[in-house]
């Protein structure tokens, strides 16, 4: 897709398209580093179980909490690329405010699991490279969707 941008870049004789390529490829890059990062949480999931760890029902309910909050994010960074959509800023920061909010929750979590001695340090590990993989999938699409406001259509 970039190839395909940078070579219609060079040929386009519309305004408007060159206007909107830069665009693309910050979003087609973006894109690129969510997948990247979502590679990361599978890497997560099979160093995990190649290690035979096992996360703690509470562990699992955290992770499973930041999927569906994450999920909510690419869901509405979808829709919003999709249908080529601008977004209220209201609404984006209302985004990032909930998933923050669950993204907080789980880290004190977290920590209240370590402090207690039910998360063992490699468990501990796995766990915090798989939230900040999601926390990094989150903010790509934050990145997209303000990219939406800002006009970038």
Not at 9 to 33: K, N, W
Not at 46 to 66: C, H
Not at 121 to 129: C, E, K, T, V, W
Request: glycine share 6%.
């Amino acid at each position: 897709i970039t190839t395909f941008l940078a070579l219609l870049s060079r040929t386009a004789s519309s305004p408007e398209i060159q206007y909107e390529i830069p665009g693309f490829l910050q979003t087609v890059t973006a894109l690129e580093h969510v997948g990247d990062r979502c590679e990361d949480v599978l890497d997560g999931i099979i160093a995990r179980k190649e290690a035979g760890v096992i996360f703690s029902d509470e562990a699992m309910s955290d992770l499973k909490y930041l999927v569906i909050a994450v999920g909510e994010v690419v869901t509405v960074t979808e829709d919003t690329v999709r249908n080529n959509r601008a977004l209220d800023p209201e609404r984006l920061h209302e985004i990032k405010r909930n998933t923050r909010a669950c993204f907080d929750r789980a880290k004190q979590s977290h920590f209240d699991r370590i402090s207690s001695g039910t998360c063992q340090p490699q468990g501990m590990l796995l766990f915090n490279d798989m939230s900040a993989a999601f926390l990094r999938i989150a903010e790509e699409c934050w990145g997209i969707l303000g990219m939406r406001i800002r006009g970038v259509e």
